[in-house]
C-alpha cells in the first residue's frame, strides 16, 4: 500500500498543475469581455455605487415631508435660583422671590409634521433630479468603458497580428538567407549579397522584437478595462475585420441629440438648476408646522426621587413662520441661482453646436476609412501577387535577391497598411458609436 500512495499522489498533482494551468488560459470573444465588464469594470462598478447613494438621497429628501418625534431630557442643578420681582399690589414691591427647588428634572417628547413648506417639495424634485442625472452618468460611463474595451480588444488583435507578420517576414528572409548561402559556395552570387542578406534579417529580428514589446501593455490595458486577473492568458477569439454590424448607416442627426448621453446629461443638469432657483425663491415663502409636545417634570431640593411629585404636560398646536426680512440674502441668492441657470443653458447649447459638428466629421472620417481600407486590402492582394512572380524568378534564376526583398518589403508594408487602416476604420466607429448614444 505504500508503494500505491506514491504514483496516485503523483498523478493527482498532475491532475491538479493541468486543471491549474488551463485555468490559466481563457478564450475570450468581444461580447464576453463587455459581459464580464459589467461587473468587473472599476468606473461602472463606482457608478453603481453613486447612483443607489443617490437612491438614498431621494429616500432622505422625501423623508423631510413625514412627522418628526424626538425624545429629550435634562437635569439642572439650581446653584442660585431663578427669582421674580412681584409688584406692589402683592405687598411685595421690589422684593425678589426664588423660584423653584434645587433639583430640576425634566423629561419630553416633541412632534413636529410639515403642513405646508415649498422648500421641501422643492428639495425633492432636486434629489430626484440629482438620481436621474446619476442613472445617466452611469450609461455614459458604461458606454465609454464599452468603446474603450472595443478599442483595447482590436489593438491587442493588430498587434498580435502585427507580431505574425514580422514572423513571416523574417522567416522569409531566413529563408532567402539560407539560400544566398548555398549559392555562394556555387559562385552564383557574391558576399555582397550574403551580406545584405544578413542585415534584412538582423532588421526583420528588430521588427519583430519591438512588435512583440508591445503586446503585454496592450494586453494589461485590456485586462484592467475587463476587471480580471493580470495572471491570466487571453486567447481572443473575434477576428480582426470589419463586420456587418460596423458599416456606416444613415442615422439621422436627430438621433444623436436625443440619446448622446452628454447632451441628457447637461439637460439634466439644467434641470437641476431651474430645482434650485425654484429652493432658493422658496425662501420668500412662509412656512406652516404642526406640533405637539408631551412632558413630564419634577423639582426638589433633595435627592429621594420615589417621593418626587411628577407632573405632566402637554400641548399641541400651529406654527407660522413668515420671512419678512433677512438682509437681502434670499435675494442674492436668488440672483446666484439664475447665473448658475443661465450658465447651464449656455454649456448645453454649445455642447449641441460641438456634437453636431463632430457627428459630420465623424461620418465623413468613416466614408474616407473604409475607402481607404478597400485600397490598401487591393494593395495588398496586388503586392502578394507581386512578391510570388518575384519568388518564382529568383527560383528559376531570373530573378535576383533584391528584387525578391524589394517583393517581400513591398508585401509587408502594404498588409501592415492595411492593418492599420481596418483599426483605424474600428477606432472611428466606436467614437461614432459613443456619439450617438447608443447602448
Known sequence: MKFLRIPILTFFICIVHLNTTAQQEVNLSLEEALALAKNGNIDISISNAQVDAANYAV????????????????????????????????GMAGSATELGFDNDYRASLNLSLPIFSKANKSLQKIAQSQLLLQQETGRGIEQVVVSDIKNAYFTVLLLQEVVAV???????????????EKRLKQG???????????????????????A??????????LKLLIGIDT????????????????????EALNEMLNNNSQLKQLELEAQISENQLEATSAAYYPTLNAIGNYSYLAQADDFDISEY???????VGLQLQIPI????????????????????????????????????????????????????????????????????????GAGTFLEVN??????????????????????????YQLLLGND
Open 231 to 250: 495572471t491570466i492568458k487571453l486567447n481572443l477569439t473575434a477576428p480582426l475585420e470589419i463586420v456587418e454590424n460596423e458599416l456606416l448607416r444613415s
Open 406 to 431: 524589394d517583393a517581400e518589403l513591398t508585401y509587408t508594408q502594404a498588409r501592415l497598411n492595411w492593418l492599420q487602416a481596418v483599426s483605424d476604420y474600428k477606432t472611428t466607429f466606436y467614437n
Open 309 to 315: 411629585d411628577w407632573v405632566q404636560t402637554s400641548l
Open 188 to 210: 552564383q552570387v557574391t558576399e555582397y549579397d550574403l551580406t545584405a542578406a544578413q542585415v534584412q534579417v538582423a532588421t526583420a529580428q528588430a521588427n519583430l522584437l519591438e
Open 166 to 180: 514580422q514572423q513571416n517576414r523574417l522567416a522569409n528572409v531566413l529563408k532567402i538567407q539560407t539560400d544566398i
Open 59 to 90: 429616500k432622505e429628501a422625501k423623508g423631510s415631508v413625514l412627522p418628526k418625534l424626538s425624545a429629550d431630557a435634562s437635569y439642572n442643578r439650581n446653584i442660585d435660583r431663578q427669582v421674580i420681582f412681584l409688584p406692589e399690589a402683592f
Open 212 to 221: 512583440q514589446s508591445n503586446i503585454l501593455p496592450a494586453t494589461n490595458t
Open 325 to 396: 426680512f433677512n438682509g437681502n440674502i434670499t435675494k442674492n441668492r436668488v440672483a446666484q441661482a439664475k447665473i448658475a441657470k443661465d450658465i447651464t443653458l449656455e454649456r448645453q447649447q454649445f455642447a449641441e453646436t460641438q456634437l453636431s459638428m463632430q457627428y459630420n466629421e465623424l461620418r465623413q472620417n468613416l466614408q474616407f476609412s473604409m475607402e481607404r481600407t478597400e485600397v490598401q486590402k487591393t494593395n495588398m492582394k496586388l503586392s502578394e501577387k507581386a512578391l510570388q512572380l518575384a519568388q518564382k524568378r529568383y527560383q528559376f
